[in-house]
């Protein structure tokens, strides 16, 4: 069974920072492609940022300076480094693979989802 499972998450003030985790089991993480997500309450699910299996990065400008992705091949992991966080990052946070390994900021090639974890930025 393919799955990922997102951690990290919670309340941070804004100009903070929180590192986000996906664990992937049932494949091999290196093999896919690999993005992350959010989305808002009332908005649509946006792509932050993404990694092909060959290792090309990709990030929306919203995001571009302030998140760096980054995948550990043996430990089966992704992960998201969030700094100088606003309080428009607010939203659930989500990680997914696409089997054909491409890395694309749009939503629909992700076949495979976790369940999210929610990033609160408040003071």
């Known amino acids: 069974q393919l799955q990922l499972v997102e951690s990290g998450g919670g309340l941070a003030q804004p100009g903070g920072s929180l590192n986000l985790s996906c664990a992937a089991s049932?494949?091999?993480?290196?093999?896919?492609?690999v993005g992350w997500f959010r989305q808002a309450p009332g908005k649509e699910r946006e792509a932050l940022s993404c990694i092909s299996a060959q290792g090309t990065i990709l990030y929306a400008d919203s995001v571009k300076g302030r998140f760096i992705l980054s995948r550990d091949n043996v430990n089966n992991m992704v992960f998201l480094q969030m700094t100088s966080l606003k309080p428009e990052d607010t939203a659930r946070y989500y990680c997914?693979?696409?089997?054909?390994?491409?890395?694309?900021?749009?939503?629909?090639?992700?076949?495979?989802w976790g369940q999210g974890t929610q990033v609160t930025v408040s003071s």
């Open positions: 997914a693979a696409d089997a054909t390994a491409w890395c694309t900021l749009i939503v629909e090639p992700y076949n495979v």
């Open positions: 049932g494949f091999s993480i290196r093999y896919y492609g």
